[in-house]
């Protein structure tokens, strides 16, 4: 069962990077698409899924609060001022998203509040995670870092790799869904995006070896962790194809492929830790019971249905959207 809903919650957190993933980046590049024609087409393309984008967010988080307490409990305590701030970077994209709309003269403050909060939220979301990669103070339990613990030069390196990485998914998207100056546009941010995204991991890698992190241990011990980065570097190099041969649908794909890669080489070198060499999954794992009784309503239905609905969704708005269509 404890495997199960661990199963579940990074099904979750994969699903949530993918899809308000390209979301994000597209609300980043919104603030260098030039012309108002441009930016509605760029929201045209993510009107009729981002709501239910952000919905993969709650889910992690009630995931974590019932199978996971100990985690749940932990972690906040660490990223409390990083996981308010991002919370209100997407409270403010979703006000920006629905009263430009309707705005005339105060448009361009929405539209600078939507660039603003996908950048703070992005950022937000990978300086989390290079904090965890790093590694939090802990003691007994509770955290002991201070206020700004989780703040450091390397969570800061990730927060900016994560914008890039986000923006790229965005760019990808828009290649997909959009035509004409916008996709052309969109594909042309491409090249730059990937470089600043290679350029990150390049400088983190070296971080990792200059400052000794113990998850490179891993690597060590565990060899097999090189067939994921194998996998993203082939899907880089269809990336580059693609994006020579003008394709607009295999870019997205492939640089979702990417974001499998780094998720699963992640999750598999912090394995068998949820809180990287503080928690074990056993420990933080609620007991039986409690896993057990969610099972039954969340896990056998909820979940299962969730899934569909975003299957069903993005099957009936596949496509590209109508140039003169107004989804907001």
């Not at 990077?17 to 609300?27: M, P």
């Not at 700004?148 to 390397?154: H, I, N, S, V």
């Amino acid at each position: 069962m404890v495997m199960y809903w661990l199963a579940l919650l990074a099904i979750s957190i994969l699903i949530y990077l993918l899809l308000d993933g390209f979301d994000l980046g597209v609300g980043m590049l919104f603030g260098v698409a030039g012309s108002e024609a441009k930016r509605d087409a760029m929201l045209s393309t993510v009107a009729p899924v981002w709501d239910g984008n952000e919905t993969w967010l709650i889910v992690t988080g009630v995931i974590m609060w019932g199978s996971f307490p100990v985690v749940y409990a932990m972690v906040m305590s660490a990223f409390y001022i990083p996981v308010v701030v991002m919370l209100l970077g997407l409270i403010l994209r979703g006000v920006a998203f629905e009263f430009r709309g309707k705005a005339l003269r105060s448009r361009w403050v929405w539209d600078v509040s939507f660039v603003a909060g996908s950048f703070a939220a992005s950022f937000m979301q990978g300086a989390m995670v290079g904090a965890l990669v790093e590694g939090l103070q802990f003691s007994n339990g509770d955290y002991a870092g201070g206020t700004f613990g989780w703040l450091t030069a390397f969570s800061a390196l990730c927060g900016i790799g994560l914008c890039f990485g986000y923006s790229l998914l965005g760019a990808c998207w828009l290649v997909r869904k959009s035509d004409g100056p916008v996709r052309d546009a969109a594909r042309r941010h491409i090249p730059p995006l990937a470089i600043g995204v290679l350029v990150f991991l390049v400088v983190v890698f070296a971080y990792a070896l200059a400052e000794h992190l113990p998850i490179l241990q891993r690597w060590t011990d565990r060899p097999y962790l090189l067939v994921f980065p194998a996998i993203g570097a082939g899907a880089a190099a269809m990336l580059a194809k693609g994006i020579l041969v003008h394709d607009d649908y295999w870019p997205f794909h492939m640089v979702a492929l990417i974001f499998v890669a780094a998720f699963a080489t992640l999750a598999l070198s912090f394995w068998p830790y949820m809180i990287p060499f503080v928690v074990t999954i056993d420990e933080a794992a609620a007991p039986h019971a409690s896993l057990a009784f969610m099972f039954w309503g969340a896990g056998l239905f909820v979940f299962p249905l969730m899934l569909l609905y975003v299957a069903v969704g993005y099957r009936v708005f596949r496509g590209k959207p109508a140039p003169a269509a107004d989804h907001y």
